[in-house]
């Protein structure tokens, strides 16, 4: 989900959605914990996003949304990594979300009964070899858990162990001034209140012979 901030949107130059901005990220992009975050040979404009994600216990279509957490299993950590230069290239999001081994996830899942209702209130930051660069709170999410699980229900029959990245806070790279984009020899590590650290070294693709 993108565009869940408010703080975030307004820094990329959107206008605040009335609808979640939605994508699908494949699973040769994900990685684990502590595996190098691939930055790609097709462009070195490669963002880091700190992202609450949701894991489906139950599932189901049509969630009414005061049904909603009992759908969820549990949370983990995402780093939405970004491939700027190709996430503008048209008006869906689809190829600078895609590239293999940009998408760090977990090291673990908490349940939901570990958290506040709807993981509400948890600090979340990303920290670049050092230096916190996003500073958020999931309580300024624009559509909480509840509300996603309910709209993505609409659309799709949710099943268990699907995940819902729930969107970033501001000070992603791109917007600065200059840019930050994540390079070799960095770490970038994303941290969430109650969950835990997701750390990955950055490595540059190797070219194939």
């Known amino acids: 989900m993108g565009l869940n901030f408010t703080d975030h949107a307004k820094e990329g130059g959107f206008p605040i959605p009335d609808y979640p901005a939605l994508f699908v990220r494949v699973t040769s992009s994900l990685i684990a914990a502590q595996e190098p975050l691939v930055r ?5 404009t490669f963002d880091y996003e700190a992202e609450l994600v949701i894991v489906i216990g139950k599932g189901g279509r049509h969630i009414a949304e005061s049904d909603a957490l009992d759908a969820v299993f549990g949370y983990t950590i995402f780093n939405d990594a970004s491939v700027r230069a190709y996430q503008r290239k048209s008006n869906q999001w689809t190829a600078g979300k895609n590239f293999d081994g940009t998408g760090p996830l977990g090291p673990v899942v908490v349940t939901r009964d570990e958290l506040p209702a709807g993981a509400h209130g948890l600090a979340i930051r990303s920290i670049l070899n050092g ?5 958020g709170n ?5 559509f909480s858990v509840a509300r996603a ?5 609409e659309i799709t029959t949710l099943e268990p162990g699907d995940l819902i990245a729930m969107g970033t806070p501001a000070g992603v790279g791109y917007p600065r001034t200059p840019p ?13 209140e109650g969950i835990g650290r997701l750390v990955n070294p950055v490595v540059d693709e190797t070219p194939r012979a």
């Open 40 to 44: 790609p040979l097709a462009s070195h």
């Open 180 to 192: 930050i984009f994540l390079k070799p020899g960095d770490e970038c590590v994303i941290e969430i």
């Open 131 to 135: 230096t916190v660069l996003q500073d």
């Open 138 to 142: 999931t309580a300024d999410m624009i």
């Open 149 to 153: 699980v309910s709209i993505i229900s």
